[in-house]
């Protein structure tokens, strides 16, 4: 079932019908998806999947947009019959959402599963959701297709013309136009065979079991950075902001993380992302607490700075309505964001699509997990499009951001069966 609400007017459709059991643990979420279009939000093993469609909305472009998502998805949740036997965040109805990152584009959508199985701490939960006179979609075990292989493409601006991006956003800093600004590219990619997503989320959850694998209509990646959970009135953050590549062993990685720790340039870039998030938080907490300084948190492919701020909250906000209010933050876009936003629409030359915007979950009480699109790709058939961004700031140099911007690559592409990038266009 598609509805489609163009604005302010809504249209009236059946109340759907929820009912959330215990089952016995199944010890890993992923393992239970064989449809070949699932939605996920899973980190060690917790988490929520789902597969199926009882209602999928799409979301309108405009500023107002996650206020909008809020009210269609409430007519939902309000109006549904549902006998829930667990009690834990995730259970009764649930939908799983991805945003576009910019506002002023489409492309926002949210979709309730029609089943949805839930791990959190050992206990484990399965919910079905229907609507009026519509019958849960079966759940077929499919064979798994072949191994991708590099097919040619492309991305909308060649390496050389991305650096020269990067210079000019420098140049822009440095004339004190704005402090940060957060660069993308995209790299589309073809393979032999129609892309297994479901084996694909499956190897970006074994190679960073430390990320959140996410699903949600046809996007799909792997991401360290928690936007915003909400539990009751507890609320948490992970920020994730300053890069470094893996070295070839502990010695060099020690070496890396400690050099990560000390860069002026990365904790400048760390130190913006931070404080745009503790900025639209502490006027809504009544106490708001942050790591006294940013730790190594360690992938794959790369070392990142993190810091996870906690706090309580002082007024009626949900985890949706959070994300809308923090989104975007400094590590996705830049500060100021207005400039930022502003000088992304002029130098990246495409649209980033759903690329670093608010993907995960809420549940009918409001709570609920959000993280950012980060090291994800656009999948569909044999074909995706996928995302690497770096945070430029006044010490940025456009080799390395380059370079940075081609591990962050990785993650997908061995996701995908790729070995490496494909050819690209000279520039």
């Known amino acids: 079932m598609r509805c489609y609400y163009p604005g302010s007017g809504m249209t009236a459709e059946p109340p759907i ?91 926002s959508v949210l979709t309730i599963p029609c089943m949805v199985a839930g791990r959190r701490k050992g206990v484990a939960w399965v919910t079905t959701i229907t609507a009026a006179r519509q019958r849960a979609i079966a759940n077929e075990e499919l064979p798994p297709a072949p191994a991708t292989e590099p097919g040619r493409g492309g991305n909308s601006l060649t390496a050389a013309q991305w650096e020269r991006a990067v210079a000019a956003a420098v140049r822009h800093i440095r004339a004190g136009r704005l402090s940060k600004v957060v660069l993308a590219r995209d790299l589309q990619v073809t393979s032999a065979a129609p892309i297994d997503t479901i084996a694909a989320l499956r190897v970006l959850a074994a190679r960073d079991p430390d990320c959140y694998v996410f699903a949600c209509a046809g996007l799909i990646g792997a991401t360290p950075e928690l936007l915003i959970q909400r539990e009751g009135r507890r609320v948490r953050s992970r920020v994730i902001a300053g890069t470094a590549a893996r070295g070839r062993g502990r010695a060099e990685d020690a070496a890396i993380s400690a050099a990560l720790i000390g860069s002026a340039k990365e904790s400048e870039e760390h130190g913006y992302a931070t404080e745009s998030v503790r900025q639209v938080l502490a006027p809504l907490c009544a106490d708001l607490d942050a790591d006294a300084a940013p730790s190594v948190i360690s992938l794959a492919d790369t070392h990142h700075l993190a810091t996870t701020i906690r706090g309580t ?34 130098l990246e030359s495409m649209d980033r699509g759903r690329y670093a915007g608010p993907v995960g979950w809420m549940d009918a009480h409001g709570d609920g997990e959000w993280g950012l699109a980060l090291h994800c790709g656009e999948v569909g058939s044999s074909r995706a499009r996928l995302f690497a961004g770096c945070g430029i700031v006044a010490g ?27 050819e690209q266009r000279p520039g």
């Open 17 to 107: 019908k929820v009912r959330t059991v215990p089952v016995r643990d199944p010890g890993g979420l992923l393992s239970e998806l064989h449809d070949p279009r699932p939605v996920a939000w899973v980190r060690e093993g917790d988490g929520l999947v789902g597969w199926g469609e009882t209602a999928t909305i799409t979301v309108p472009a405009g500023p107002g947009r996650f206020a909008v998502a809020e009210r269609l998805l409430r007519a939902r949740f309000d109006t549904a019959d549902t006998e829930d036997h667990v009690g834990l965040p995730g259970c009764g109805p649930v939908a799983f959402g991805s945003f576009s990152f910019d506002s002023a584009r489409g492309g």
């Open 313 to 346: 909250l002082a007024v009626e906000a949900s985890a949706l309505k959070l994300a809308g209010l923090l989104h975007p933050t400094a590590a996705v876009c830049g500060t100021p964001p207005g400039p930022a936003m502003d000088l992304i629409r002029e």
């Open 396 to 422: 940025s140099d456009p080799g390395a951001e380059l370079a940075e911007a081609e591990v962050k690559f990785r993650p997908m592409l061995q996701a995908l069966g790729l070995a490496s990038i494909p």
